[in-house]
């Protein structure tokens, strides 16, 4: 397949990825298309399965993966309307209710410190559908209280005392970190920049996925494509979140880059490798097969970065 018969196959799939391949890679704002999201396919089904509380799931953070918070993540990653009524409804329910004593987004009764990994999730969807500013302060002072001294963030420093960012943590971070500066947010921009670039460099500094000790692979699933991506680290993901940060090329990301090149099929397209086990509302996509989430996600990093 060539690129525009790829480009023609994407286009044949659900409204969230139509609407994004025209935005990411044709460069064509489509606003039809978006807001016919949250009424068709994979948005609409989502949606439906939102309760009278306004709640999915057992309300903020269970069960995997069909509580409020990963639902509110998926809808925010179809590119659905940010106004959605409903939707803004239950971003503000949850930064109302689920506020931990340090400030952070904590589930209720489950834990006694906020994990910053959710609160970098809940940035990410938050300031995409609009929490107010007041309602995020503490959740941006909470964050920037638990940036580690190697650059990054690891969701245990606060309850077990790690001594080592995560690179699963820091992608959740700094992806909530990009969100609220895009959406306008201002409060403590200038320390969350310097925690950005720290955080950057730390990702940049193990290539994506290799030990800078050891020179082996950190962990062979930062190699595989599943989606969604939930809490969960990859080199696909970090990519994905460089060219939408447009963070400048540095030759350190060329190691994952090699690495989706070999991951393509002869016919310019990525299978879906794998699916995070846990309960799902339904299947977007088959592991084995050929996803447009993943050939989306790849051809514009490769496109972005000028990667043939």
Known sequence: MNENEIIKWLLEGDVSIQYQTYRDLLSIERDDLQKRIANEGWG??????????????????????????????????????????????????????????????????????????????????????GVSPESLRSVVDFTLSQHMADGGFNCTLNRSGAVHSSLHTTISVLEGMLEYQRNGYTYRLRD???????????????????????????????????????????????LDYFQDSYTKWDDRMNPAIQVLMTKRRKDKRWNLQSKHP???????????????????????????????
């Open 44 to 129: 609409a089904d989502f949606l439906s399965r939102r309760k009278e509380d306004g709640h999915w799931g057992m309300k903020f953070y269970q069960p995997k993966w069909i509580s409020s918070h990963y639902t509110l993540l998926d809808l925010k990653n179809l590119g659905i309307d940010p106004k959605h009524p409903l939707i803004r409804e239950s971003v503000q329910r949850i930064v109302k209710e689920e506020k931990g004593h340090d400030g952070g987004i904590n589930p209720a009764g489950s834990v006694r410190n906020s994990d910053v990994c959710i609160n970098g999730m809940f940035l990410n969807y938050g300031c995409y559908f």
């Open 192 to 238: 969350l920049e310097k925690v950005k670039q720290s955080s950057i460099e730390f990702i940049l500094l193990h290539q994506l996925f290799i030990s800078d000790h050891s020179g082996e692979i950190i962990n062979k699933n930062f190699i595989r494509l599943p989606y969604p991506t939930r809490w969960y680290y990859d080199i696909l993901r970090a």
């Open 278 to 308: 846990g309960q799902q509302h339904f299947e977007m996509e088959k592991a084995g097969k050929p996803g447009r989430w993943n050939t989306l996600r790849a051809m514009r990093v490769l496109n972005h970065f000028s990667v043939n």
